[in-house]
């Protein structure tokens, strides 16, 4: 098992029953109609949080909305588009919170998508770093003063354990030259973890009380794979997950920690604590060196805030 990062040690086999009472407080999980992010939204609901559900599928994201009141008739659901494939969409979705006047307490970064064939973004970027990056630094720097305003904001960015197969293809970000549909997956994932940490220095060099925190969900049983363009990958993922993996309510568990427990803090990792961090209870995890490395981290910043245009209000760290 990966040596835990520093920080208190997650208690043993925690669960959806020690999330804290979270009533008064507002989570916005994207990607929140399927897979962990439902999950996260289920959880949240059942303890009293108002869940803004981020989706792509609107339709969907309403149907979904009416099966989660029909199990719990007093969950406080509010349904809104967004589609982090198009940073215009992840914009005007900011703006009509901001305009609104709404509070964000928790902003959960979940929403992906997995090896799909190479295909770009309205903006001219690589899907995968798009969805899965892009668009999560986008909205986080657009809805950071409402976080800011916030008690006890947290952002928690999700991330795979295919982050330590990845690297950043900083002279080909989009795979023009060559392109593999999981190692771009696995940039996509690093990304996440860059940012995450480099989030993290950046508010605490700022002296903002916002927490920073990663997760992973291990080997779960998601529908992430229905993304994949390869019908072979599709089909492996598919029986791999049936026999192997496990279920996504114990994968959602970790980034449900990292979202609501007041012992998890700014700058650690939260993912399975069995082997290989694939199945598990919660546990701290050490990030891959490559998602730790300040320069890379900087330089991703910096590249991000040019591509998509958003500005975080925050001051850049030394080194």
Known sequence: MTKPSAGPSV???WTAADIPDLTGRTFLVTGASSGLGLETTRQLARRGAHVIMAVRDE???RAVERELRAAQPDANLEVRRLDLVDLDSVRAFAENLVRAGRKVDVLVNNAGILAPPRTLTPQGHESQFGVNHLGHFALTGLLF????????PRVVTVSSNAHKFGRIHFDDLTGQRRYSPMFF???SKLANVLFGLELDRRVRAAGLPLRSVLAHPG???TQIHASSGNPVLRVLMRL???MLAQST????????YAAT???AEGGQMIGPGGWGEQRGYPALVRPAAAGTDPVAARRLWELSEELTGVRFPLPACSG
């Open 240 to 242: 791999g997950g049936g």
């Open 145 to 152: 003063d409402l976080l800011r305003a916030a008690e006890r």
């Open 185 to 187: 997956y696995g940039q």
């Open 261 to 263: 427990d007041p012992r």
């Open 219 to 221: 080997y779960a049983a």
């Open 59 to 61: 339709a969907k994201g």
């Open 249 to 256: 309510a114990m994968g959602a568990l970790n980034q449900l």
């Open 11 to 13: 208690p043993n086999r």
